[in-house]
């Protein structure tokens, strides 16, 4: 063992010295290498992200892209959302099925991989998955730039790191007043507008009054988008061609309800389908097997996609952020910096009708009720066949379709049974309702000979989902149909209107989740004796953390009772009962804690004036998970000549299981109409009812049916942290002036990655996963548990490549040009351990394995895509008072390897973006600005596969061209 160890030792060593001779450099990707003049200013050292120690910004040993807020603005960006959506490290999404609002995703590991910092310190956590935090909570008007370091940084920063840190910094020492005004509009009707306003003040000099002090606030709104707002997008010839939209179409739950005489069979006969079925909100449909050999006609209602579906939410950001700095004498300085922000997401969720935790999947309707059909208001139902008021004859359409003797339905008055949403209250959304709130004091200054800095940070986030408008209470609505009030086959009148909206569970907290961020921290770094190009610096810093959550308790308004008083919940803490229609209350009261202990120390060695090594190294301690990660790094820096700087590193890094996944309270329970993958078996396990089911079971019990599955489990202490190697080795490089050119390739390797096995893996492999299958005493599925667990590996390579010009000054103005992008060589993962290697690059795929282990492992929401390039570019022009910039986000075309049945077209094109922004500067203190974004109009790319319905909202919101418009005026 003592051998083997002193030749790792050996061949670190002799890693590091290969490495130290070909790399690390400046800390600005586009940052210019140019001699220093005699009237230039002595450059000023500060804390960069990535380092712990003061350095002037282009000198040190870790690459850094710096984005400025003003470039932002120039680009067309209207929220930070644009930014992580455009930037070419993150592969973050852009219509997201969730509702934690946006979030970064660099190198495609997923937002939990991403550490998201403001003013290089942690905020807490979105406390549902407590794994990322959302630039909604990021304050824009206070905004000064952000810094994004690419790759592992865990010997700096610790968890979460591994895909790289973002660091947000707000203005320093800022004096003076702004306001500001943005409205965009997209160019056709419909939702998609966006408003905002924001303003900031300072007073006070901190090098000449000793103190400073600043407050900003900003505001936002954005409408939603619907299907109905872009048809032509949603054109059925074009989705039928992509396996969509097959005319005619099945029914499905209607808001003109499709009824039957039992409660399994509910939906024979529709009285509104030869009067079209009260459009917008639903459609007449011969059934999908009106097409077959033989046809089989089932006239109804569908409901119209175009009206009930949201191709983009709506929202809310409102952040307010201040600072207060005093100089208090000798080199010290203290600093109060304070946020609050606040969002909410309106996440639309289509018609609600009732599920399996409702008393009853369908609702009733007495022959008493003065809608019933037949009784005068709604007309009987034709029908041929035989119809002797006990049986299910066949419903009438036209001699050719349904011949035969015509006669109305014989009701024999028997109760009818239906499923229905309710049409005037409009598509359904909840409020998620989040806020973010932080306070750090934090000290800086110098004692004997060190320079110190020390904080103190608190941290607090909330989550609150509330119904909104389109959720209803079970029982109200069925005491409407008992008493006549409510009609299930057509718009209501007055008092069933008044009586609609009396329904609804407005407002209504059905979860609540808290999480909890305290810590405390220094940092002493000292120059401690000369070297060849300069001083040997050393930096040691230490922290104490503590991570909280707190889970509330289901709220019990709604949630109904047994026979014997209590409410109707289960072992686990499930809900299984309750009156709200749509969602389901959920919540276990728990405080949930870890505490993190962690070490630092960090050396900046310049052996010459042309090289420089850089080391670092971090323990954490995790007292839950009882264990201790320590993560080196070593870079390094050469400048052999004036013009060229190499730079390289090689880390280690980690993620820790999240708190929640260590300590989840309880089961998180979800459901998914399938068949069966044993009893039901089909070709396409993943589309329902298109099983078979297996001799002594019907189709009713085995197939199409709606399915619980656990995403995740109480006691998940035996997971580990996830763990990852990284390299990078890359140049900067101005062959002329004003020219400068920059590649970096790099390459991680993550092992023990946390994921879930999705429920469309088990689906597909069922040998492979029964024992996640779990049955009831008739073999029927009990639930499937599809939980967390460490899995196989993942790889990823690939190049970052940057470039601006600067070109000559002309008579007619100034002119630049930046380019920004990365490129992927390979990133591939084992869905489990020891399995088979998955490509991952310019491929989509609703293959269970990449959702489970892949890119977003653990995450709801769209799964990654990874295309092989992604750019931005952008083309700056100035002239006396003008400014102008035209900008572009570029990605290249994916293979769909899983198309939808019913479309061959695996084919999805690349996707191009230009904005175009003019600001205007001639009016005193003032800035106007007017800009275009997608000037070609261009749509998401078309895809069959599944997931997505018809394009991929993924890579762009389908806003089509958007006009803005903003003024600032500074006091």
């Known amino acids: 063992m003592k051998s083997t160890r002193q030749v790792r030792v050996k061949r670190l060593a002799l890693a590091a010295a290969v490495a130290s001779a070909v790399m690390q450099m400046t800390t600005d990707a586009h940052a210019q290498q140019t001699p220093a003049t005699p009237e230039a200013e002595a450059p000023v050292s500060i804390v960069v992200t990535g380092s712990l120690i003061r350095r002037v910004a282009d000198e040190g040993a870790t690459p850094l892209v710096t984005t400025k807020s003003t470039e932002l603005e120039s680009r067309g960006n209207t929220e930070l959302k644009d930014f992580v959506l455009e930037q070419p490290q993150s592969l973050s999404l852009g219509t997201n099925s969730g509702a934690a609002g946006p979030v970064t995703n660099l190198r495609g590991l997923g937002p939990m991989r991403t550490l998201t910092l403001l003013n290089g310190r942690r905020l807490a956590n979105e406390p549902l998955q407590d794994q990322y935090v959302s630039v909604n909570v990021i304050p824009r008007m206070a905004l000064d730039r952000v810094e994004t370091l690419n790759g592992g940084a865990a010997s700096i920063y ?16 800022y004096k003076g007043a702004s306001v500001k005004a943005e409205y965009a509009t997209p160019e056709m009707s419909g939702g998609g507008q966006t408003k905002s306003f924001g303003a900031i003040a300072g007073w006070g000099n901190l090098n000449s009054d000793g103190w400073n002090f600043y407050v900003a606030a900003d505001h936002q709104e954005k409408t939603a988008l619907f299907q109905g707002d872009r048809p032509d997008q949603h054109d059925p010839a074009v989705l039928r061609g992509l396996g969509l939209g097959l005319a005619p179409d099945a029914r499905n739950p209607s808001p003109f309800a499709n009824f039957g005489f039992t409660r399994a069979a509910n939906s024979n006969y529709n009285p509104s389908f030869a009067s079209g079925c009260g459009a917008p909100y639903a459609s007449p449909t011969l059934g999908n097997n009106s ?3 033989t046809p089989v006609y089932a006239p109804g209602c569908f409901r119209n996609p175009l009206y009930w579906n949201a191709v983009s939410d709506g929202s809310k950001i409102t952040t307010m952020a201040g600072r207060a700095s005093w100089n208090v004498g000798e080199g010290h300085k203290i600093d109060l910096d304070v946020l609050h922000s606040e969002f909410t997401v309106q996440k639309f969720r289509g018609m609600q009708v009732p599920g399996t935790t409702n008393p009853f999947t369908t609702y009733s ?6 809608f019933y059909p037949g009784n005068g208001i709604t007309p009987a139902v034709q029908v041929v066949g035989s119809n002797t008021g006990a049986n299910t004859p066949t419903m009438y359409i036209d001699p050719s379709k349904t011949p035969g003797t015509v006669s109305n339905l014989n009701m024999n008055g028997r109760t009818i049974y239906f499923q229905w949403g309710p049409a005037e209250l409009g598509p359904a959304y909840r409020n998620d309702e989040q806020s973010n709130d932080r306070i750090v004091l ?5 004692v004997l000979g060190w320079d110190y800095r020390a904080g103190i940070n608190y941290g607090r986030s909330e989550r609150d989902t509330r119904a909104g408008e389109g959720y209803v209470l079970y029982s109200k609505i069925q005491e409407g149909f008992d008493k006549g009030i409510l009609n299930p086959f057509g718009l209501q009148d007055a008092a069933g209107a008044d009586y ?10 059905y979860r609540l989740n808290k999480a909890f961020n305290e810590s405390v921290d220094f940092t002493l770094s000292k120059a401690l004796w000369p070297l060849g190009g300069g001083d040997l610096t050393v930096a ?15 709220p019990l308004d709604y949630v109904l009772k047994k026979a014997n008083g209590s409410y109707n919940i289960d072992a686990s803490g499930n809900v299984v009962q309750t009156d709200l229609v749509g969602e389901t209350p959920q919540g276990v009261a728990k405080d949930l804690e870890r505490k993190i202990s962690s070490l630092m120390m960090e050396v900046d060695a310049p052996l010459t004036d042309k090289l420089l090594l850089n080391g670092a190294v971090r323990a954490d301690h995790y007292n839950d998970l009882k264990q201790t990660t320590v993560n080196p790094k070593l870079a390094a820096r050469w400048q052999p000549i004036q013009a060229l700087v190499l730079r390289g590193s090689v880390s280690t890094g980690f993620r820790a299981p999240s708190i929640m ?16 993958p044993v009893l039901c078996p089909s070709s396409q396990p993943t589309v329902p009812a298109t099983g078979t089911p297996k001799p002594g079971y019907t189709f009713d019990q085995v197939c199409n049916v709606t399915t619980t599955y656990w995403t995740k489990s109480p006691n998940n202490s035996f997971l580990k942290p996830e763990k990852s190697r990284g390299f990078s080795l890359g140049f900067a490089l101005e062959p002329m002036k004003d020219l400068t050119l920059t590649v970096d390739y790099w390459g991680l390797r993550i092992s023990d990655v946390l994921g879930a096995t999705s429920i469309a893996e088990i689906q597909q492999n069922p040998a492979k996963y029964e024992a996640f299958i779990l049955r009831n005493a008739d073999g029927t599925i009990d639930h499937i548990v599809a ?35 990365t490129w992927y060589q390979k990133y591939e993962f084992q869905g489990e351990k020891d399995g088979p290697w998955l490509q991952n690059v310019g491929i989509i795929t609703n293959d269970g394995r990449y959702g489970s282990a892949g890119p977003n492992a653990g995450l709801a929401g769209m799964p990654q895509i990874n295309p092989r390039w992604k750019h931005t570019a952008a083309l700056n022009y100035s002239y006396g008072n003008w400014r102008a910039t035209l900008s572009q986000r570029f990605n290249t075309g994916l293979t769909d390897l899983t198309p939808r049945a019913g479309s061959s077209l695996t084919k999805v094109d690349s996707y191009s973006q230009f904005n175009f922004n003019m600001r205007y500067l001639g009016i005193k203190n003032t800035t106007i600005s007017l800009g275009v974004n997608n000037i070609t109009q261009e749509w998401p790319p078309l895809t069959a596969n599944t997931i997505y319905n018809g394009y991929i909202t993924s890579m762009a919101d389908m806003m089509g061209r958007v006009y803005r418009m903003s003024v600032e005026y500074k006091f």
């Open 158 to 173: 610790g968890a979460d790191a591994i895909g790289g840190v973002q660091n947000y910094l707000t203005k320093r020492n």
């Open 291 to 293: 097409l077959a050999a």
């Open 365 to 370: 309707l007495p022959a008493s009720s003065r």
């Open 442 to 446: 934090s000290a800086e200054g110098t």
């Open 500 to 509: 609609l909206r009396s329904a609804q569970a407005l407002d209504y907290t």
């Open 540 to 554: 040691v810093s230490g922290e104490l953390r503590k991570d909280s959550a707190r889970v509330g308790a289901t």
């Open 661 to 676: 996944d260590i300590q989840n309270p309880t089961p998180e329970v979800r459901t998914q109409v399938m068949d069966d």
């Open 787 to 821: 939980s967390q667990s460490n899995r196989g590996q993942t790889r990823i390579r690939g190049a970052d490549v940057s470039g601006s010009y600067r070109f000559p000054k002309t008579g007619f103005g100034d002119f630049d040009v930046k380019l920004d992008g």
